[in-house]
C-alpha cells in the first residue's frame, strides 16, 4: 500500500488487527475521576424533524429518541452557520466566522484551514490532561498544519472533508447521481459539474491514507470501531478524554445499503438515518458500560437538510420557511431560514443532566466550547472574546433561559460570506437578506436585501410565513432593538483579535496515495 508523504509525528502499533495509535494515555495530574469525559458527535445535514423526538412522523431514530428520554432534549438549538466548514469552525472555537475567519467551506485544493492562531477546543483539553481524539468529518484544512494532528487531536481517523468531495467505486445516492471512480487507463467521466471524477476520496487514520478512494459502505461500522476503540482504551487509562465524532451521515452520497428483511421499498434516507441511529447508539453504549458516569455526551448537528437533493434530504418539520419558499428557492442549508440552522440536539449524562425534560431555551453550537471548557474546570483562551455561553445550569436544570440574542452568518445563499445579515432576538427574527439558495425544483430564490428588515415572531409563526406589519406597533418597538444588538456585536468584532482564513488553492495539495494511478487510488484495482 503507498503511503501519503509526510512527515508522520505519530507512530503505531497493530491493535484489533488494524493500525491503531501509539497515544499516551499516562498522566500524573488529575484523574478521570475528578474530571469529566466528553463525546461531542455532530451529524451532517440532519434536519430538525428527523429526529423522532422532534416530529411525530420521524420513526428511525430508536436509539437517539431513547437518548431524549433518558436525558435532555432542546428544541431552540443552532447551528453557528448554516454550511460546513464554519459551523465546525465555531463549535471548536466558540467564535463565529467574521472572527476566527472560516466565513465558507474549504475545498480539496485549499492549501489552508482554521487559522493556527485559533485555539481549538483540543488544544485547550489536551492542556488540561486530556487525552483527545476525532473520528470522521474534519472540514477545517488537510494540508500541513491544518490537519487535525496538528490542532489538538491525538488521534484521528476519518474523511478530512464531505464524503461528496472525491469519488468512490460505491458511489450512493446523489442527486444529480455521480460516476464511480475511473479504473486502469479509462478516462474519468465528470458528467456533473458538482462530482468529482479525478480524485478519489481518501481515508486518513493520523497522517496516513489508509484508504482511496474510501469504501463508503463499510465507513459507518469503522467509525464506529474506532469511537469504541478510543473511548474503552482512554476510559482504563486514568486520564479524561474528548471525542468528537463527525458523521458522514446525513450529506449525500448516502449509502446504498445491502437489502435486508424487512427494508425492501425503504427510503435511502430513511435507511441511511437508521445506519446513524445505529452508530450512535454503539457509542452511547459503550459510555454506558466504559465511562461510568462521568461521561457526558451531546449531540446535534451542523446544519439543516440540503433540499436541492430532493428526496436524499432531510425534514425541517414545521420550520418550513413559507415566505421563502413562495418567493422561491429553497429555505433550508446554506439559508438563514430556520430550517438551514435549526438542528436537533441532545444531552446525556446519567446522574448529572435531568431525565426526560425538554428545554426551550435558546441555545447554539456555539456554546459547546465555553461549556466544555467550564466543566472541565479549563479557562477560556484569553486576549480574545467569545460568542456562546457557559450554559451549564441550562444541562442541570437549574436554568431556562440562553441566550437573548444570536446572530445567523449569511452561509453560501443571498449575501456575503460571513456577513451577519440575520438576527435573531428573543422570539423574534430579523432579515436584513434572504433568497439564493436552490431547492428541490431546480429554482434559486431571488437575492432581496432589506432595508428595513422582514420580523417574523416565532412563536406565533415558526412556519415564518408572515413578517410582522411594517407600519404596526409591534415591528416599531422590535426593530430599533434589533439594530442596536446587530450594531453592538459588529462594533465588538471590529475591536475584538480576529483572523483570516487561507482560501488560496493549489491542486498539488490535494490528498492522493499515489499519484501515478487513477484517481490516486492506493489499494488494489
Not at 182 to 194: A, I, V, Y
Amino acid at each position: 500500500m503507498a503511503w501519503l508523504s509526510l512527515k508522520v509525528l505519530l507512530v503505531g502499533l497493530s491493535f484489533l488487527g488494524c493500525f491503531y495509535p501509539l497515544v499516551d494515555f499516562s498522566f500524573s495530574g488529575e484523574t478521570r475521576g475528578q474530571k469529566p469525559n466528553f463525546v461531542i458527535i455532530l451529524a451532517d445535514d440532519m434536519g430538525w424533524g428527523d429526529l423522532g423526538a422532534n416530529w411525530a412522523g420521524a420513526r428511525d431514530t430508536a436509539n437517539l429518541d431513547t437518548m431524549a428520554a433518558e436525558g435532555m432534549r432542546f428544541v431552540d438549538f443552532h447551528a453557528a452557520a448554516s454550511t460546513c466548514s464554519p459551523s465546525r469552525a465555531a463549535l471548536l472555537t466558540g467564535r463565529l466566522g467574521l472572527r476566527n475567519g472560516v466565513t465558507h467551506n474549504f475545498a480539496v485544493t485549499s492549501v489552508g484551514g482554521l487559522p493556527l492562531n485559533e485555539t481549538t477546543l483540543a488544544e485547550v483539553l489536551r492542556g488540561a490532561g486530556y487525552v483527545t481524539g476525532m473520528i470522521g468529518k474534519w472540514h477545517l484544512g488537510h494540508h500541513g498544519s491544518h490537519h487535525p494532528n496538528f490542532r489538538g487531536f491525538d488521534y484521528y481517523f476519518g474523511v478530512p472533508y464531505s464524503h461528496d468531495m472525491g469519488c468512490t467505486d460505491t458511489p450512493g445516492y446523489n442527486h444529480p447521481p455521480c460516476p464511480a471512480c475511473p479504473r486502469g487507463d479509462r478516462p474519468s467521466r465528470n458528467l456533473e459539474r458538482d462530482c468529482y471524477s479525478d480524485v478519489a476520496l481518501p481515508l486518513y487514520e493520523n497522517l496516513n491514507i489508509v484508504e482511496q478512494p474510501v469504501n463508503l459502505s463499510a465507513l459507518a461500522q469503522k467509525y464506529a470501531e474506532k469511537a469504541t476503540q478510543f473511548i474503552q482504551q482512554a476510559s482504563t487509562s486514568g486520564r479524561p478524554f474528548l471525542l468528537y465524532v463527525g458523521l458522514a451521515h446525513m450529506h449525500v452520497p448516502l449509502t446504498r445499503m445491502p437489502p435486508s428483511a424487512g427494508s425492501r421499498g425503504q427510503r435511502p434516507y430513511s435507511a441511511g438515518l437508521q445506519e446513524m441511529d445505529h452508530l450512535v447508539g454503539r457509542i452511547k453504549d459503550t459510555v454506558d458500560l466504559a465511562g461510568k458516569n462521568n461521561t457526558f455526551l451531546w449531540f446535534t448537528g451542523d446544519n439543516g437538510p440540503w433540499a436541492q437533493k430532493c428526496e436524499l434530504a432531510g425534514s425541517v418539520g414545521p420550520f418550513t420557511g413559507s415566505w421563502q419558499a413562495r418567493q422561491g428557492g429553497s429555505p433550508a442549508k446554506q439559508t438563514t431560514w430556520e430550517g438551514g440552522h435549526r438542528v436537533p440536539a441532545l444531552a446525556y449524562w446519567p446522574g448529572r443532566v435531568p431525565v426526560n425534560v425538554t428545554s426551550a431555551a435558546l441555545l447554539s453550537v456555539l456554546d459547546v466550547f465555553p461549556t466544555v471548557l467550564a466543566l472541565a474546570g479549563a479557562p477560556l483562551p484569553g486576549g480574545r472574546r467569545f460568542d456562546g455561553l457557559d450554559v451549564s445550569q441550562v444541562l442541570f436544570g437549574r436554568a431556562q433561559t440562553g441566550h437573548r440574542v444570536l446572530f445567523h452568518p449569511n452561509s453560501g445563499a443571498a449575501g456575503e460570506d460571513g456577513a451577519l445579515q440575520t438576527v435573531r432576538l428573543e422570539q423574534y427574527k430579523a432579515f436584513y437578506v434572504t433568497g439564493g439558495a436552490r431547492a428541490c425544483d431546480g429554482s434559486v430564490g431571488p437575492e432581496r436585501h432589506h432595508e428595513r428588515p422582514l420580523i417574523f415572531d416565532l412563536e406565533a409563526d415558526r412556519a415564518e410565513a408572515a413578517p410582522l406589519d411594517q407600519g404596526g406597533a409591534e415591528y416599531r418597538a422590535v426593530l430599533p432593538r434589533v439594530a442596536a444588538a446587530l450594531a453592538g456585536v459588529l462594533a465588538d468584532i471590529a475591536g475584538d483579535r480576529v483572523s483570516r482564513a487561507d482560501y488560496s488553492q493549489d491542486p498539488s495539495v490535494r490528498p492522493c496515495c499515489d499519484p501515478r494511478r487513477p484517481a490516486c487510488r492506493c489499494r488494489a484495482a
